[in-house]
């Protein structure tokens, strides 16, 4: 699926929230590893803290066996409040879709095979790209609350619907399956 062009804007998947994920099913298929975006992919940028109902989502995704990873881009302060007391594995300024961060990951939960590595994330150009940079099994969920997107990430967006576009116009049987229904919640 890496072959053609723009593919690497292309997610192995969609779904409209990470609350749709079917990890059970990500673990059947060989899956070991789970790396999570925070800003509009668990929360908006509004909300500063972890929740109950978050707690028991990421709590249930381990208890599957998975090791899991929160990788965001951003800075320390806002991911350590965010993340609070709780034993949750995190990496902050990432850099994605650099490889360094998601490189660090790796290192972090002792994963060697990035075969084995789902990444979940909200942004076209940071998750997606990166992620299948990387050549894990990548997963695009709609930003919860895309108003809230820092300026940064509204950059990101203009060149995000840029590269959509391209792959569109390239890989229709790709857009079709993939990104239509992405594009159908803006
Ligand atoms: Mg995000």
């Not at 879709?97 to 909200?122: A, C, Q, Y």
């Not at 203009?158 to 116009?169: D, N, Q, R, S, T």
């Amino acid at each position: 699926m890496r072959q053609g062009k723009y593919t690497k804007f292309i997610p192995n998947e969609y779904q409209k929230s990470v609350k749709n994920i079917d990890f059970l099913h990500l673990y059947q298929a060989g899956f070991r590893t789970v790396f999570i975006d925070i800003d509009n992919t668990l929360v908006s940028y509004k909300q500063h803290e972890l929740t109950e109902d978050l707690i028991a989502f990421l709590n249930q995704i381990e208890s599957i066996g998975f090791k899991l990873l929160l990788i965001s881009n951003n800075n320390q302060e806002r991911i350590e409040t965010f993340v609070g007391k709780h034993p949750f594995p995190f990496i902050y300024s990432a850099k994605k879709p650099l490889k360094r961060g998601f490189k660090s990951g790796l290192n972090r939960l002792n994963e060697t095979d990035v075969t084995k590595v789902v990444h979940i994330g909200d942004q076209l150009m940071t998750d997606i790209y990166g992620g299948n940079r990387m050549g894990f099994y990548t997963i695009l969920v709609s930003a919860i609350e895309r108003k809230s997107d820092i300026l940064p990430t509204r950059i990101n967006r203009k060149l995000e619907a840029f590269f959509i576009k391209k792959v569109k116009k390239h890989q229709k049987a790709l857009y079709e399956s993939r990104l239509r229904p992405y594009v159908e919640t803006l």
